[in-house]
């Protein structure tokens, strides 16, 4: 049980000090995705597959491994 | 001690041809394959080098003699099986065609002969498209589910010690697959385990973990296990075991890739030397699986066997520091050196931003990636979660066509840059005996009759035939061959030179 503790006590602690030094840097790779994923969204129509309906009813794979 | 880890990944693809009725998926895997075969970067026809399945014994089980009622793996020996010279297995494995990357020594290898297999899928669609008429078109998948309840896999293997207990490595690598997935998992839309509608849960992280339904067996097409016992090392069976893994997810992303092989690289090595004191027992390992695949807010509390309850997060971050603490006390060499050090790092700020805001890991981890996209698309255009289109979204984001890839249009991180992949669609590694294997290959093919993980069978124009073990996964290297292969002018002189 001790060792259980532990496992909780370590998460917390590590990512209190991270959170700190790296969230602005983050939050603008954030923004920058975004704006990405906006313009993606923008054209994505043209590549997407014509049928969605029939794409995915046809999309049939048998079990492998 | 902890042994040199070798790692390897099997890719088994999706395939499609469209432009035809009733497309047989068998056929369709083999004229993908024999086109790639019939260019100038595939070994060619004339000189075409088959598998030996001399030494092939899928059913061995790892826990003693087969169980009755398992199912070992066929091994089908009649269809299309090539050896390439990057040292890679290409062949049709059931109704698929999969790609076994060659033996590597780390982390960022793996990434990069993942890729390299990626390159020559794509190459195959492009060779077949002059084979087809010019209304049908082969396309493949980099997924694993169709969304219709069969699922195809991404195996990982590790080669460990013999020595190893086997109930050890069950507990803490079970651990490590069901919370791993927080950062491995490749997304989708719906659910497909039994007994669940398909509205109930509208994304989730992985494309495996709804078709696992035991702990431990030797299965892999039916009630799949989280801890296959498949027992066949392909390397000195005295020495090695090689764990085959069947629960992960096929991803797209690099860092996801690395990720997925490079702690996982540390956690056995940690059990290997015993270094994981704290055992971390699932009161039921197939549901807590489904739990973290099912759970977006990677907060929920599994239940543990002693009543006690830990999330996915949690159990990270604990394997994360017991790696960081081996890597500081007993170095990196058992995980091929810096690339290690680069897994941890990344593995830290992974679990720090999983756990701060998981949607700034678009890009490194294919299900932040995937839903980003797919969200944002429902948001748009104000669609429910069951709409037809999100679910072809879902699927297109695996296709490898570049033009096609939702994937490639998305804004994503690379370890490995084409550049650098495409040379290993060609070249072994060097730093395994897939080396030995891929350039003996290049060199002599004609020469070979066929070839295997861990042996070679030459035809040097005198009966009988030679073969050469390559039973030791870290031999047969360009430190230890790369002479040797230069100064001998036939494969003749080779095997003599071998013999003493």
Request: hydrophobic share 35%; proline share 7%.
């Given at each position: 049980m001790a060792e259980r503790e532990q496992i909780k006590r370590s998460a917390p602690t590590?990512?209190?000090?991270?959170?700190?030094?790296?969230?602005?840097?983050?939050?603008?790779?954030?923004?920058?995705?975004?704006?990405?994923l906006d313009d993606l969204l923008d054209e994505i129509d043209e590549v997407l597959e014509t049928n969605a309906e029939d794409f995915v009813k046809s999309y049939i794979q048998k079990g492998g491994e | 001690m902890a042994i040199k880890k070798t790692f390897g990944l099997e890719t088994e693809y999706g395939i499609?041809?469209?432009?035809?009725?009733?497309?047989?998926?068998?056929?369709?895997?083999?004229?993908?394959?024999n086109a790639y075969l019939s260019t100038s970067e595939g070994n060619g026809p004339p000189r075409r080098v088959g598998?030996?399945?001399?030494?092939?014994?899928?059913?061995?089980?790892?826990?003693?003699?087969?169980?009755?009622?398992?199912?070992?793996?066929?091994?089908?020996?009649?269809?299309?099986?090539?050896?390439?010279?990057?040292?890679?297995?290409?062949?049709?494995d059931h109704a698929?065609?999969?790609?076994?990357?060659?033996?590597?020594?780390?982390?960022?290898?793996?990434?990069?002969?993942?890729?390299?297999?990626?390159?020559?899928?794509?190459?195959?669609?492009?060779?077949?498209?002059?084979?087809?008429?010019?209304?049908?078109?082969?396309?493949?998948?980099?997924?694993?589910?169709?969304?219709?309840?069969?699922?195809?896999?991404?195996?990982?293997?590790?080669?460990?010690?013999?020595?190893?207990?086997?109930?050890?490595?069950?507990?803490?690598?079970?651990?490590?697959?069901?919370?791993?997935?927080?950062?491995?998992?490749?997304?989708?839309?719906?659910?497909?385990?039994?007994?669940?509608?398909?509205?109930?849960?509208?994304?989730?992280?992985?494309?495996?973990?709804?078709?696992?339904?035991?702990?431990?067996?030797?299965?892999?097409?039916?009630?799949r296990p989280i801890i296959n016992t498949r027992d066949e090392p392909h390397a000195d069976p005295q020495k090695y075991r090689r764990l085959h893994v069947i629960v992960g997810d096929a991803n797209l992303c690099q860092v996801a890739t690395f990720l997925k092989v490079g702690t996982t690289g540390f956690v056995l090595t940690l059990i290997e030397d015993d270094l994981l004191p704290t055992e971390i027992r699932f009161a039921n390992p197939v549901e807590a699986l489904r739990e973290v695949s099912h759970d977006l807010s990677l907060s929920v509390p599994l239940r543990l066997d002693d009543g006690s309850s830990v999330t996915a997060l949690e159990v990270q971050w604990e394997l994360y520091e017991r790696s960081r603490k081996y890597a500081e006390e007993r170095g990196t060499e058992a995980l091929g050196g810096d690339p290690a050090l680069l897994v941890l790092d990344r593995w830290e700020q992974v679990?720090?931003?999983?756990?701060?805001?998981?949607?700034?890991?678009?890009?490194?981890?294919?299900?932040?990636?995937?839903?980003?996209?797919?969200?944002?698309?429902?948001?748009?255009?104000?669609?429910?979660?069951?709409?037809a289109r999100l679910?072809?979204?879902?699927?297109?984001?695996?296709?490898?066509?570049?033009?096609?890839?939702?994937?490639?249009?998305?804004?994503?991180?690379?370890?490995?840059?084409?550049?650098?992949?495409?040379?290993?669609?060609?070249?072994?590694?060097?730093?395994?005996?897939?080396?030995?294997?891929?350039?003996?290959l290049k060199r002599w093919s004609g020469s070979i009759v066929a070839a295997n993980w861990d042996s070679m069978v030459?035809?040097?124009?005198?009966?009988?035939?030679?073969?050469?073990?390559?039973?030791?996964?870290?031999?047969?290297?360009?430190?230890?061959?790369?002479?040797?292969?230069?100064?001998?002018?036939?494969?003749a002189e080779l095997i003599d030179r071998l013999q003493h």
């Open positions: 590590e990512s209190d000090e991270v959170v700190e030094d790296e969230a602005p840097a983050s939050s603008d790779t954030g923004e920058k995705l975004k704006s990405e | 499609v041809l469209r432009g035809a009725d009733d497309g047989n998926p068998i056929a369709a895997s083999s004229l993908l394959i598998w030996d399945f001399e030494d092939e014994m899928p059913g061995n089980d790892a826990r003693g003699p087969t169980p009755l009622g398992a199912m070992p793996p066929e091994v089908e020996t009649h269809l299309v099986n090539a050896v390439l010279t990057n040292g890679a297995r290409y062949y049709v698929h065609p999969e790609m076994s990357s060659p033996e590597v020594a780390d982390a960022l290898s793996a990434v990069l002969y993942d890729r390299a297999g990626d390159l020559i899928a794509i190459e195959s669609m492009t060779a077949a498209r002059s084979l087809l008429p010019p209304d049908q078109q082969l396309v493949v998948y980099k997924n694993n589910s169709d969304g219709k309840g069969n699922s195809y896999g991404c195996h990982e293997n590790y080669l460990m010690d013999r020595t190893c207990p086997f109930g050890r490595i069950v507990v803490h690598a079970t651990a490590h697959f069901i919370t791993r997935q927080i950062f491995t998992g490749a997304g989708k839309v719906g659910v497909e385990a039994m007994g669940r509608a398909n509205d109930e849960v509208a994304f989730q992280l992985t494309q495996r973990a709804d078709f696992f339904e035991e702990e431990v067996g030797l299965e892999t097409t039916l009630k679990l720090t931003d999983l756990e701060r805001d998981p949607m700034s890991l678009a890009g490194q981890v294919d299900w932040v990636t995937k839903y980003q996209l797919l969200a944002g698309y429902r948001e748009r255009h104000q669609l429910a979660w069951d709409d679910a072809a979204m879902g699927i297109q984001y695996h296709d490898l066509r570049p033009e096609k890839s939702l994937f490639e249009r998305l804004p994503h991180e690379r370890l490995v840059d084409d550049a650098a992949a495409r040379p290993a669609m060609v070249d072994p590694p060097l730093d395994t005996r897939a080396y030995f294997r891929g350039e003996c030459f035809d040097v124009g005198e009966d009988p035939l030679r073969r050469v073990p390559m039973m030791e996964p870290t031999r047969g290297t360009e430190a230890h061959v790369g002479t040797l292969l230069d100064e001998c002018q036939t494969p």
